[in-house]
């Protein structure tokens, strides 16, 4: 029970404080609740096929190919990549994660990992067809050009900053999920 309550905290401190509101402001509570259960049926509908994904992902591609197009030695390759593949995504940023953990899994090098969770933010093809068709060709291409240049600056620092060590302990963190 006691390891129940502490896997499970977060949530049911939620549910409570969210059963308060209700109780305490009908009004805001009810908007809460419903905002809560959108967000909840929303992931729901997205999580699912994500992890059949992952699975066929896992299953398919081997270890081999992974490392040598993502790993260590991949090189201006491995960025270009990363990048493609977190442009061409498609689903909420929440769904990048578990994608993330079977490329480090699988041995992706840690830069490529942070450029693809970062592409998948900031660079997705249909956000690009949406300000080119909205707000024009000048504006959609500076604002992707400057997404890039910043992935690949947060990239960078987060490789000189981080400690080999602490890059390892994610990457056994992942392992173990």
């Known amino acids: 029970m006691k390891k129940f309550l502490k896997r499970y905290a977060f949530p049911i401190v939620m ?5 308060a509101l209700l109780i305490f402001n009908y009004e805001r509570g009810v908007v809460a609740s ?3 259960f959108y967000t909840i049926k929303e992931m729901l509908f997205v999580i699912p096929p994500i992890f059949v994904l992952l699975g066929l992902l896992d299953v398919w591609v081997p270890r081999e190919t992974m490392v040598r197009f993502l790993g260590e030695g991949s090189g201006i390759k491995g960025v270009l990549i990363a990048i493609l593949i977190g442009s061409a995504a498609a689903g909420p940023l929440y769904a990048a994660f578990p994608v993330a953990a079977v490329f ?13 969770i970062g592409a998948w933010s900031t660079t997705k093809i249909p956000m690009v067809a949406f ?12 604002r992707l050009g400057l997404s890039l240049v910043g992935i ?18 994610i990457y056994i963190k992942v392992r173990d999920l």
């Open 131 to 142: 300000e080119l068709a909205s707000l024009g060709p000048k504006f959609a291409f500076v």
């Open 34 to 36: 419903e905002k809560t």
């Open 104 to 116: 480090m899994k699988k041995g992706a090098k840690f830069s490529n990992i942070v450029l693809f």
């Open 152 to 169: 690949c600056i947060i990239a960078l620092i987060m490789h000189l900053v981080m400690k080999r060590n602490e890059v390892e302990q």
């Open 15 to 19: 549910a409570l404080a969210l059963g």
